[in-house]
């Protein structure tokens, strides 16, 4: 799995601090979202590839909060990012470059029904 996250092993450039990112998840689903600018402002997307990194976190936080305001994002955090000089980017953390690979559960709904067939159910 290794070889799918972007890190400073898969690599022969060094990376070097490229500014801040903001990460969040959606909480409609869970899923793990970024804020990408948006005209004067920004908006999320799923993508990690459209992120780009700003040097000044503080309209990050204030866009964050205010989605987390309207109940749009939980978990919202903003992140330091790297780049290789070549422009691409990855999180510094761990954390942040396992979800930009995306989502780390089955994108499979199994619903209860289906669990349980074929199975003896209790009767009260």
């Known amino acids: ?9 898969n690599s022969n450039a060094a990376l070097v601090a490229a500014g801040s ?3 969040a998840n959606r909480l409609s689903d869970g899923i793990t979202v970024w804020a990408i600018a948006h005209g004067d402002s920004f908006r999320w997307t799923e993508d990690w590839s459209r992120v780009t990194p700003v040097d000044d976190a503080s309209a990050l936080e204030a866009f964050a909060a205010g ?4 109940d749009e994002i939980v978990s919202e955090r903003v992140i330091e ?8 980017y990855t999180p510094q953390r761990l954390r942040e470059r ?7 559960i089955a994108s499979i709904l ?3 029904r289906s669990l349980t067939r074929g199975q003896p159910q209790r009767r009260a």
């Open 1 to 9: 799995m290794s070889a799918l996250l972007p890190s400073a092993a």
């Open 21 to 23: 990112a903001l990460a």
């Open 67 to 70: 989605e987390a305001a309207a």
């Open 110 to 112: 199994v619903s209860k």
């Open 81 to 88: 990012v790297l780049t290789d000089g070549r422009g691409g």
């Open 98 to 104: 396992i979800c930009t690979a995306g989502p780390t």
